[in-house]
């Protein structure tokens, strides 16, 4: 690992860290001073871990869609396209999330495309 995923790794433990205990301080303070069973405790982090994931999906796919050229050739008659950031809903394993996702509409063929990185892009 490099450096700088070094870093982010260690950065991210931190943060973590402090996401859970903010996160078991306001749990306490919803469920107030009576015992709670262990699902009580089991379910809301389980949801906050899954809103977690939605957020990190949500920005990992903005990423990507942003690292895309802004032309990418059309698969059928080899034209070059323009690409273009669209943003949409989908539903992960953790729940809707909207992402944002490159599309190319090549005019020559009347259709739309996802571009990848294995086209070329210009």
């Known amino acids: 690992m490099d450096a700088k995923a070094t ?6 433990e931190s943060l973590l860290s402090q996401a859970a205990t903010v996160a078991a ?3 306490g303070i919803e469920q107030g001073k009576e015992t709670p069973h262990f699902d009580q ?4 982090a389980h949801a906050l ?7 990190i999906q949500s920005e990992r ?30 539903n992960s394993i953790d729940g809707p999330i909207e992402i944002a996702e490159t599309i ?7 259709r739309s495309f996802f571009p990848s990185e294995g086209r070329d892009g210009v």
């Open 49 to 55: 871990g899954q809103r977690l994931s939605r957020m």
């Open 7 to 12: 870093l982010l790794s260690q950065k991210l």
């Open 41 to 44: 405790i089991e379910l809301p």
């Open 61 to 90: 796919a903005c990423e990507v869609a942003v690292a895309e050229k802004n032309q990418t050739t059309c698969p059928d008659c080899s034209r070059r396209c323009k690409v273009e950031v669209q943003r949409r809903t989908v």
């Open 104 to 110: 190319a509409k090549c005019r020559r063929c009347r």
């Open 25 to 27: 301080e306001l749990q």
